[in-house]
């Protein structure tokens, strides 16, 4: 009877952390007051953009990642739609409903573009035609990555599988220990050369796409704390490679670099930003929690500069496009920052709803997709 009770509130314990931990996350907990979102101040454009194209996919409620390739925009709904866009003009190359709600997505090499649907299945799409799906074991909230024509698929108990691009077949799995708590965000997935480099937990890991292998893994950060709660660690896209480097955020705790052909830290620095990153062979550039942007020198770690302009805007990672930081917020505006020191260089509306990921880069264009489901192509001049 006492080991049923025990076991009983240790249940009753993780249940409780998980709904505190739910709590905090959407800000909700305690009833306490969100800060008043900083107000926008007039702006002056010093870098001009105009709206060029707008296309629509239906409201995103997932963590959605948008992928470009091959002068194409793979781009999905909650619902189950899938589309891949041409980038200069926005207009659909194919379109398909895959009548099962989506929990992730879209990876695509520009041929292949694969998703992951709620029902925990892999779902891979060419030319418009559903080609195979297949059964995963745990929930996926990672975009599958495509590749070498294989997907490789990022799930929540800290799995990595490969699958065949052609058949589905599944060609190895991954197999990490999982933890009591995760994260509804996406992780981190991505090829450095021949090794795919992975999240997993608070390390970046580094593994042979042909069968699985651990060639090297480094941590960026370390659990800490005494329960569940305090000791969830898991790394957030997206990340900044430049060749080697490859530079990742773990959730509200440090951010660090990786040299991905040794397998070895560069340098970690405490960090306490919920969103990715991006930058170049000189600066990082994130978001911090409560919506101040920094950038770090990606050398060694050292701050740049760091602004408040934009504080408790609800702000997406930031994408570095030219001379400009662009970064989404929760009322639906691309906020164009100096890459230099964070001033204001312009400000681009949408449809009013929160900016559902990081912009995108295709070629000279810009691109936003909006809660609402409206897509956004803007070209800078």
Same mark, same amino acid.
Request: net charge positive; aromatic share 6%.
């Given at each position: 009877?006492?080991?049923?009770?025990?076991?009983?509130?240790?249940?009753? +314990?993780?249940?409780?952390?998980?709904?505190?931990? $739910?709590?905090?996350?959407?800000?909700?907990?305690?009833?306490?007051?969100?800060?008043?979102?900083?107000?926008?101040?007039?702006?002056?454009?010093?870098?001009?953009?105009?709206?060029?194209?707008?296309?629509?996919?239906?409201?995103?409620?997932?963590?959605?990642?948008?992928?470009?390739?091959?002068?194409?925009?793979?781009?999905?709904?909650?619902?189950?739609?899938?589309?891949?866009?041409?980038?200069?003009?926005?207009?659909?190359?194919?379109?398909?409903?895959?009548?099962?709600?989506?929990?992730?997505?879209?990876?695509?090499? +520009?041929?292949?573009?694969?998703?992951?649907?709620?029902?925990?299945?892999?779902?891979?799409?060419?030319?418009?035609?559903?080609?195979?799906?297949?059964?995963?074991?745990?929930?996926?909230?990672?975009?599958?990555?495509?590749?070498?024509?294989?997907?490789?698929?990022?799930?929540?108990?800290?799995? $990595? =599988?490969?699958?065949?691009?052609?058949?589905?077949?599944?060609?190895?799995?991954?197999?990490?220990?999982?933890?009591?708590?995760?994260? #509804?965000?996406? +992780?981190?997935?991505?090829?450095?050369?021949?090794?795919?480099?992975?999240?997993?937990?608070?390390?970046?890991?580094?593994?042979?796409?042909?069968?699985?292998?651990?060639?090297?893994?480094?941590?960026?950060?370390?659990?800490?704390?005494?329960?569940?709660?305090?000791?969830?660690?898991?790394?957030?896209?997206?990340?900044?490679? #430049?060749?080697?480097?490859?530079?990742?955020?773990?959730?509200?705790?440090?951010?660090?670099?990786?040299?991905?052909?040794?397998?070895?830290?560069?340098?970690?620095?405490?960090?306490?930003?919920?969103?990715?990153?991006?930058?170049?062979?000189?600066?990082?550039?994130?978001?911090?929690?409560?919506?101040?942007?920094?950038?770090?020198?990606?050398?060694? =770690?050292?701050? =740049?500069?760091?602004?408040?302009?934009?504080?408790?805007?609800?702000?997406?990672?930031?994408?570095?496009?030219?001379?400009?930081?662009?970064?989404?917020?929760?009322?639906?505006?691309? #906020?164009?920052?100096?890459?230099?020191?964070?001033?204001?260089?312009?400000?681009?509306?949408?449809? =009013?709803?929160?900016?559902?990921?990081?912009?995108?880069?295709?070629?000279?264009?810009?691109?936003?997709?909006?809660?609402?489901?409206?897509?956004?192509?803007?070209?800078?001049?």
């Amino acid at each position: 009877m006492k080991f049923k009770l025990n076991r009983l509130l240790l249940q009753l +314990g993780r249940a409780l952390a998980a709904i505190l931990f $739910v709590a905090t996350l959407s800000g909700c907990f305690g009833g306490a007051v969100k800060p008043k979102p900083t107000e926008l101040q007039p702006v002056t454009p010093s870098v001009t953009a105009r709206q060029i194209w707008t296309a629509s996919i239906g409201p995103v409620k997932f963590p959605l990642q948008t992928t470009v390739a091959a002068g194409t925009l793979a781009v999905a709904g909650s619902d189950g739609t899938l589309a891949l866009l041409d980038t200069q003009t926005g207009r659909d190359l194919w379109r398909v409903a895959l009548a099962t709600p989506l929990a992730a997505g879209v990876g695509s090499d +520009g041929k292949l573009t694969a998703v992951v649907s709620r029902e925990n299945e892999v779902i891979a799409v060419q030319d418009g035609r559903e080609i195979w799906r297949q059964k995963l074991n745990a929930q996926v909230f990672t975009s599958p990555f495509v590749a070498g024509g294989r997907v490789f698929v990022l799930a929540a108990d800290r799995s $990595v =599988g490969a699958f065949d691009g052609r058949s589905g077949s599944r060609l190895w799995t991954q197999q990490r220990p999982s933890e009591p708590l995760v994260l #509804h965000q996406s +992780g981190v997935i991505l090829a450095v050369g021949d090794t795919l480099v992975v999240g997993l937990a608070g390390r970046l890991a580094g593994l042979n796409p042909a069968n699985g292998s651990v060639r090297w893994e480094v941590p960026i950060a370390s659990p800490r704390g005494i329960n569940d709660v305090e000791r969830l660690v898991d790394l957030i896209g997206p990340v900044s490679r #430049h060749d080697d480097s490859v530079c990742a955020r773990a959730y509200q705790a440090s951010i660090g670099c990786v040299n991905a052909a040794r397998g070895s830290l560069v340098w970690a620095k405490p960090a306490a930003g919920v969103e990715g990153l991006s930058g170049d062979d000189r600066m990082l550039f994130g978001t911090e929690s409560d919506g101040t942007v920094v950038s770090w020198r990606r050398s060694d =770690g050292e701050l =740049g500069w760091t602004t408040d302009r934009l504080r408790y805007r609800g702000l997406t990672a930031p994408l570095l496009a030219g001379r400009s930081l662009a970064i989404g917020d929760a009322t639906g505006f691309i #906020h164009l920052l100096s890459r230099e020191d964070g001033s204001l260089l312009n400000r681009l509306a949408t449809d =009013g709803s929160r900016i559902a990921a990081a912009p995108v880069l295709a070629g000279d264009k810009l691109i936003a997709v909006t809660r609402n489901g409206n897509v956004y192509g803007f070209q800078p001049e």
